[in-house]
């Protein structure tokens, strides 16, 4: 039996381990410390049960196991939460979890819950296990054939007329994630299932990973459907779970499947133009929140708040902004606060407290600290400085 314990509290990931072991010696236990590992895990391993944080950093504990149950039917779901997350808890059972823990974790509750679900696992027949097997070898297959088809390769002596036969017309939808992203398998991850559920929504098809920045999607829409409303609801969804810039391209209509090597050359060759494009309106978002910085030094200026003033992913803004500055965000605006302290440090009337409010900080005492950091002097003894050089 493997099981996957996924937390971002590494007393909690330990403690159920330990207690899970105790009762349970023979079984493997794994360990998830986000949603990114976790996909790693059950990625590499037959992973039969999964208990998950509710909240956890990147993607929560809900939004896993949603996107997981398409791709691993066969995993039984146990969520944990605290009881401030206790509504979370129910709706992850909504959602297909099996049962929910609350920390503190009762061992007691643990130890029977798994041996439960242990017996369950146990008694699926190995005829419906070897029936997921053999869809999963043959999405592996489809794949790995759709792919070099697509790439313009020889595909050999294959037979790929099912494909043509089920799918007369169709497009092409290829979502490509920009090159400056280093470890991709959350985000493969998480464009794999929300396309493959909106072309499952919209019509039938699927989606194959492409190379490492691209994942492409066939999709035949039903009568009723556009390709309009499903690139839509693909890019909201996108925007929420992605934490990382992407572009989407799609082709036209398709009737021969000889086209898509020259379609899947053109998109790629598309998102890379447009990719290059936002870098030129990467430059233009950053000018403009400088300029919004030097004008609202003084108020709540959190990353996430300048980064939707530009229309720009945080995680992104981020680093552009340091791309372009050479400076971290966080320094950047403690630079420029305590620049506009050194000014007001000048005129005597005015008291410590009123100069750390005028440049943003309600507490003197942090305004002090912040000082000293980037000064080496309080703001009095650079005060005191300033009076004695005149």
Do not use: C
Not at 274 to 291: F, M, P, S, W
């Amino acid at each position: 039996m493997n099981i996957l314990i996924a937390d971002d509290e590494s007393v909690i990931r330990e403690g159920v381990k330990r207690t899970i072991k105790r009762a349970f010696p023979d079984y493997s236990i794994h360990l998830a410390a986000s949603a990114e590992e976790a996909v790693k895990l059950m990625d590499s391993q037959p992973i039969d049960i999964v208990l998950t944080d509710i909240l956890m950093p990147g993607i929560d504990g809900l939004e896993f196991m949603k996107m997981s149950r398409r791709k691993y039917p066969h995993a039984k779901w146990v969520v944990i939460s605290a009881h401030s997350e206790f509504s979370y808890a129910q709706k992850a059972v909504r959602l297909g979890a099996r049962d929910y823990l609350l920390k503190p974790i009762g061992k007691t509750r643990l130890v029977e819950l798994m041996a439960q679900l242990a017996d369950e696992a146990k008694q699926e027949s190995a005829i419906s296990k070897e029936s997921e097997l053999l869809k999963t070898n043959l999405k592996y297959l489809r794949e790995a054939v759709f792919q070099r088809l697509a790439s313009g390769l020889d595909i050999g002596n294959m037979d790929i007329g099912e494909l043509i036969d089920r799918y007369p017309e169709f497009r092409l939808i290829m979502v490509r994630i920009e090159e400056a992203v280093k470890n991709v398998q959350l985000e493969h991850f998480i464009i794999e299932n929300v396309l493959s559920e909106l072309i499952d929504r919209h019509g039938q098809g699927f989606v194959v990973n492409f190379d490492r920045q691209s994942l492409l999607g066939l999709v035949q829409l039903e009568d009723n459907r556009t390709e309009g409303d499903l690139l839509q609801e693909l890019r909201t969804h996108l925007t929420h779970y992605l934490k990382v810039p992407f572009h989407i391209t799609y082709s036209d209509m398709i009737r021969e499947f000889t086209r898509i090597p020259d379609e899947v050359r053109r998109l790629r060759q598309s998102s890379i133009t447009t990719a290059g494009d936002r870098q030129e309106g990467g430059d233009k978002a950053i000018e403009v929140a400088l300029q919004y910085l030097k004008a609202h030094y003084n108020e709540e200026l959190s990353l996430e708040k300048v980064a939707s003033v530009v229309f720009l992913n945080p995680i992104y803004f981020s680093q552009l902004f340091k791309q372009k500055t050479g400076q971290g965000y966080k320094d950047y605006v403690i630079s420029l606060r305590i620049e506009q302290a050194r000014e007001l440090l000048l005129q005597p009337g005015l008291k410590l407290a009123e100069i750390a409010e005028r440049i943003g900080y309600a507490d003197v005492r942090h305004f002090t600290q912040v000082f000293r950091r980037k000064m080496n002097v309080t703001p009095t003894e650079y005060r005191q400085q300033l009076m004695a050089e005149r």
